[in-house]
């Protein structure tokens, strides 16, 4: 399990994407928070099925298909979903959602 955290950079959360989707053993889950993306709802886990280095493109097949298929965005844009912290606690959203 690896945490995204304040002393995470993007470059390393890349790396990590990049390496790991070139195996056939190895599997990324991400937790990020939808609203980051323009999506509906907070928290959410999805695997990644893919990394377009080209284009630095994660793809994310969202395990809710009836409502998002899956797509395309890029790692900054994932790695700050998965950085979101909630302006009302000050706390990660992970932990925010710990506490509902």
């Known amino acids: ?7 995470t ?7 990590l994407v990049a390496s790991k989707t070139r195996t056939a053993t190895d599997v990324v ?5 939808r609203g980051a993306l323009g999506q509906t709802g907070i928290g959410h886990f999805s695997p990644i099925g893919g990394y377009h ?8 097949l969202d395990v809710a298909r009836f409502k998002y298929p ?5 790692v900054s844009q994932l790695y700050n979903a998965m950085t979101f912290t909630d302006s009302t606690t000050g ?3 992970l932990q925010y959602c710990k506490h509902i």
């Open 1 to 7: 399990m690896f945490r995204i955290s304040s002393e």
């Open 9 to 15: 950079s993007v470059e390393k959360f890349r790396h």
């Open 29 to 33: 889950v991400v937790s990020y928070f």
């Open 53 to 60: 280095p080209g284009r630095d493109l994660v793809l994310i």
């Open 70 to 74: 899956p797509h395309w965005v890029t």
């Open 91 to 93: 706390q990660d959203l």
